[in-house]
């Protein structure tokens, strides 16, 4: 059964890019949201929004998350990192939370957050980890809703807003790594309503969809938009091997700006698989990455 407004859905993970547009986009939907964090006195923000409740806790506590499910109709898991700082956060992130999600889920819609190109066989720990935990949480909960964005962009996004941010340091034009990698952008309030809308039909219990934008594109070509809109330099493509060397020497950089897994991640691309059900069987039309991408940053400037 599809989840109807009012009822209320938990969100793990709610706090961060994505989840703060699908909580705004449940909220319009007239649902009833608790948000699980570890930072509260960040997120304070949040509570204009009159039927949402801010839980502290750990959500790799299942105690917590049993609790937190109590009288909740849906659970979505949005937790996610690029990076390990420590060996193991991988699986204990993307592998055993959706496990622990469903055991403490149980009868409830469940719907995790996992990405394009997720794959048990890739080379990158990153897409293999998301690979594991989409199949730990089938095991445990056949009819959980599995969504696989591409690369996400919109207000406050890791994407469009870091290469913004680093433009200007690079007037000769911006080196980027794997230039030649395909993604397929998608805008994040289309995220937010192809999430909202699985949750709440029926058809879509044990489904999986890839949520990519209309167009696939070059990182190069993404980057070198941003940059024409920006007034900067067009940025100059690495090739592979180049920007293998680089992710070596930056992985020994404080905060690891680029690693050889994230390397190898982009190297794999993000796009849907053809056919694949998507946003449009969500009834979403994804929008174009240039139009939206022209509003986003005159907002900025
Ligand atoms: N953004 C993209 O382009 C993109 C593309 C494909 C897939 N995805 C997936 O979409 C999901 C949401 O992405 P996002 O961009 O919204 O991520 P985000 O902004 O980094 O937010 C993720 C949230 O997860 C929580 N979190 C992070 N590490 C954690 C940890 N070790 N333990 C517990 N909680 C932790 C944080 O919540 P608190 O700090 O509030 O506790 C954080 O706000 C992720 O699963 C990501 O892999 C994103």
Redesign the pocket.
């Given at each position: 059964m599809g989840v109807r407004p009012g009822a209320c859905v938990v969100m793990l993970?709610g706090?961060?890019?994505?989840?703060r547009a699908l909580a705004r986009e449940l909220h319009a939907r007239g649902y009833r949201l608790r948000l699980l964090?570890?930072?509260p006195d960040r997120?304070r923000d949040l509570l204009v929004l009159p039927r949402l409740e801010l839980w502290e806790g750990?959500?790799?506590d299942e105690g917590f998350l049993r609790e937190a499910a109590r009288g909740a109709q849906a659970l979505v898991n949005?937790?996610?990192?690029l990076k390990e700082r420590a060996p193991g956060?991988f699986a204990r992130?993307h592998e055993e939370l959706p496990a622990r999600m469903a055991r403490s889920g149980r009868g409830l819609r469940l719907l995790q957050?996992?990405?394009?190109g997720a794959d048990a066989a890739s080379d990158s720990a990153y897409l293999r980890s998301?690979a594991r935990g989409e199949a730990r949480l089938r095991e445990l909960a056949p009819d959980a809703i599995i969504v696989r964005?591409?690369?996400?962009y919109g207000p406050g996004?890791?994407?469009v807003d870091r290469f913004r941010r680093l433009l200007p340091w690079a007037p000769w034009g911006l080196p980027v790594p794997l230039a030649e990698s395909p993604i397929a952008p998608v805008y994040v309030d289309d995220v937010a309503s192809g999430i909202a809308t699985a949750l709440a039909r029926t058809g879509a219990a044990g489904q999986g969809y890839g949520f990519c934008g209309p167009e696939i594109l070059s990182l190069g070509d993404t980057v070198a938009a941003i940059a024409t809109l920006c007034g900067r330099a067009r940025p100059r493509g690495l090739s592979a091997p180049t920007s293998l060397l680089l992710a070596r020497l930056l992985e020994y950089w404080p905060g690891t700006p680029f690693s050889v897994d994230q390397w190898r991640t982009l190297r794999a691309g993000s796009v849907c698989p053809e056919g694949a059900p998507g946003l449009p069987d969500l009834g979403v039309r994804p929008r174009p990455f240039r139009e939206a991408l022209e509003a986003l940053v005159r907002g900025h400037a």
């Open positions: 993970g706090c961060g890019f994505v989840g964090t570890r930072r997120n750990d959500v790799h949005l937790v996610g990192i956060d992130v957050v996992s990405a394009a998301k964005p591409s690369v996400i996004d890791h994407f």
